[in-house]
């Protein structure tokens, strides 16, 4: 059994303990759960297209009730793999939608495959006003953004959201040994950040990184960023951003 009382079923749809899913924006949701055996927590994000089609980013098994709510919003139609680790549910989703159309970076592209069938890249996605998916440079697309906007705003007053996976966190200190190898060692724990993962395992063009995410932060209308592992930021995206950005150049 599962902590959500379910069994997992013969597709690997193993639902862990996760929690609501809560609404960002209009056609913007996210999902917080436990990764088995860690202290981190992981996100999967919601995005709603303009023709109602979801585009599902990283993935998490959730348990029927909130899986309903999710086939309400629209059909669940590209599933993105933002990086070759964050598979571990990739699968089970194809299994339980096999019309989803499978996208991760095209440096990931390798590993992805050994768990799911991968349809495309990031410039596989088709043109839609309210999403867009970009590689990220400075890190040879092994990740990217997505760029989320708001519709039935008035213009001039468009609301936008940017979607990260594990080139920015958002994790408060923990405690214990656990904390402190989070705090100290993996520098990923003390809210928005560039872990010291990241810096040796994703970035490789520190400068290109950085004006790319100085470029997103003067993006009008910037609201929030969502980010794969634990809190959104809400508040001063735009200063966050710039703050990041210098403490990688």
């Not at 069938?117 to 990220?136: H, I, T």
């Not at 904390?179 to 990923?188: A, D, R, V, Y």
Request: hydrophobic content about 45%; proline content about 6%.
């Amino acid at each position: 059994m599962t902590k959500d009382g379910e069994r997992s079923d013969p597709n690997g749809w193993t639902v862990l303990e996760h929690g609501p899913l809560e609404q960002i924006a209009s056609n913007l949701w996210r999902i917080e759960g436990e990764i088995p055996k860690m202290a981190i927590r992981r996100v999967m994000t919601l995005v709603r297209m303009s023709d109602n089609r979801l585009v599902i980013h990283s993935g998490i098994a959730i348990n029927d009730e909130i899986r309903s709510q999710i086939e309400a919003l629209g059909e669940p139609a590209f599933l993105i793999v933002p990086n070759a680790y964050h598979r571990m549910d990739a699968a089970a989703f194809k299994a339980r939608y096999p019309n989803l159309v499978v996208l991760c970076p095209a440096a990931a592209q390798k590993k992805v495959e050994k768990v799911v069938a991968v349809n495309g890249c990031y410039a596989d996605f088709p043109a839609d006003p309210l999403v867009e998916l970009l590689p990220l440079r400075g890190l040879k697309n092994r990740e990217g953004v997505i760029i989320v906007r708001e519709p039935g705003r008035e213009p001039g007053r468009e609301r936008l959201f940017l979607v990260f996976n594990d080139t920015l966190f958002n994790m408060p200190h923990l405690h214990g040994f656990t904390g402190f190898i989070l705090q100290h060692i993996t520098q990923s724990t003390g809210g928005p950040r560039i872990t010291r993962i990241a810096r040796w395992f994703l970035i490789a063009d520190k400068r290109a990184f950085a004006a790319h995410l100085r470029e997103l932060a003067a993006l009008p209308g910037l609201t929030a960023v969502i980010v794969s592992h634990h809190l959104p930021i809400l508040e001063d995206s735009r200063g966050v951003l710039e703050s990041v950005a210098a403490t990688i150049e």
